[in-house]
């Protein structure tokens, strides 16, 4: 095969139902990672723990004083996350001093009795759409070409049109 030029590759912008089905193909731990590096973008300070005997807890995030606790599911596209995981990890909170907000982040979606429950136990949700609008909006694709080396986004990139418009503002007054 021979080998091309960088400026000679064409590359094709990856769609974002492509791109979640990337992150729903990861390893549970690399996709610790990557929403670690999401939150870096985010302006948190990121520690990924997933381990066995990490009592649930895969990413802590602070912000000076601020802390958030952030369960990661890598899930397949049938897979949501229902009401009691989200009442399992609203409980991390107890497990660490000086946690602010617990965050649930999942490549799949959560059911309807999880949305429902999440804002009375002060869980916020971010779903697979969520965290491709988040990267949209922060135009973070490095995060990806970081993470898949075979994906190249820019500026502009996505392949349609987003209707996650807002996504990035949501996140930021469900933090503050």
């Given at each position: ?19 979640r ?16 590096d ?14 066995p005997?990490?009592r ?6 602070t ?7 952030i369960?990661v599911?890598?899930?397949?596209p ?9 009442q ?13 907000q ?26 697979g759409?969520d ?19 075979d ?7 996505g392949?349609?049109?987003?209707d ?9 007054s469900?933090?503050?």
């Open positions: 095969m021979p080998e091309n030029d960088a400026a000679d590759v064409e590359y094709r912008t990856p769609s974002k139902a492509y791109l089905r990337r992150l729903q193909g990861m390893d549970p731990y690399d996709f610790e990672a990557f929403v670690a999401v939150w870096e973008h985010l302006g948190w300070n990121t520690r990924t723990v997933g381990e005997g990490d649930g807890i895969d990413v802590i995030a912000d000076g004083d601020a802390k958030q606790l369960q599911k890598r899930y397949g049938s897979t949501t996350v229902g009401s009691p995981e989200v399992q990890y609203a409980s991390l909170r107890l497990q660490e001093d000086g946690v602010d617990v965050t649930i982040v999942t490549t799949g979606s959560f059911s309807r009795q999880a949305e429902d429950l999440a804002p009375d136990l002060d869980v916020i949700l971010v779903d759409a965290l491709l609008g988040i990267l949209d909006e922060l135009e973070a694709y490095e995060v990806f070409v970081a993470h898949f080396e994906i190249q986004v820019g500026a502009g990139d392949g349609e049109e987003s996650d418009t807002g996504v990035l503002d949501r996140v930021r469900w933090l503050s």
